[in-house]
């Protein structure tokens, strides 16, 4: 299972741009790059999914280069109720490994 | 659809006591998971079930730990006899049966155990 690691904490202001990067050197061929995130008292909620170049949904979009030895999540336009923690994870199959996470603070 | 659906939301024990919580996955989804949440952590896997059969609980300390998953489809919980260091957030969660594809966990709000 590919180790991950991403930032402990970041602010932001609502209406920005938040990029969180992972990086995950050791990589498999076949691990996909999932991103998960968790409110307080609740659990992690499923983000996106992406296997290599770029990936978006309605929610965020995710970029991972050619070596994929690292991935960005990219959050357009932030508000509030963005502030939660975002979980990198490099898997295969139905095995998820979840690392400290990344935790969000958006700012008014 | 329904969501993955956990009791109790909160339970207090005194150490050595036992304890177990409940799971119900969604509908049709076939694999389930429990993951343990300590604060400030992100979750651990304990155990994987496919249907009713154990996938893997190499994380699952056995000396205290037990869970099963009758007739496939609900699923409990047991420590017994609770530690402090038990103390967490005990997190179900469920995903469609997957081969080679990359299946979404959709997970409940958890447990959260104190143990005293």
């Known amino acids: 299972l590919a180790k991950t690691t991403q930032p402990i904490s970041m602010d932001s202001y609502e209406g920005q741009e938040v990029n969180i990067t992972c990086s995950h050197n050791?990589?498999?061929?076949?691990?996909?790059i999932t991103w998960y995130q968790q409110f307080p008292s609740q659990g992690p909620r499923f983000i996106i999914q992406?296997?290599?170049t770029k990936v978006t949904n309605e929610v965020a979009s995710l970029f991972i280069p050619a070596d994929r030895k690292s991935s960005t999540l990219s959050l357009p336009r932030v508000s509030l109720s963005d502030t939660a923690v975002y979980y990198c994870?490099?898997?295969?199959?139905?095995?998820?490994?979840f690392g400290g996470g990344t935790r969000l603070m958006v700012k008014p | 659809e329904a969501g993955v659906a956990q009791s109790p939301r909160y339970k207090i024990i005194e150490k050595r006591q036992s304890v177990a919580f409940w799971c119900n996955p969604i509908s049709g989804h076939a694999t389930l998971y429990w993951y343990q949440q300590i604060l400030g952590q992100g979750p651990k896997l304990l155990i994987q079930?496919?249907?009713?059969?154990?996938?893997?609980d190499s994380q699952l300390p056995k000396d205290r730990f037990s869970a099963e998953r009758l007739k496939g489809v609900d699923s409990t919980l047991k420590i017994q006899p609770a530690k402090l260091e038990d103390s967490a957030v005990y997190l179900c969660a469920s995903s469609r049966p997957g081969g080679h594809e990359q299946e979404t966990q959709y997970f409940g709000p958890g447990t959260r155990l104190l143990v005293l």
């Open positions: 079930f496919q249907n009713n059969g154990v996938v893997d």
């Open positions: 994870l490099a898997n295969a199959g139905n095995m998820l490994t």
């Open positions: 992406g296997y290599k």
């Open positions: 050791n990589i498999a061929t076949n691990d996909y």
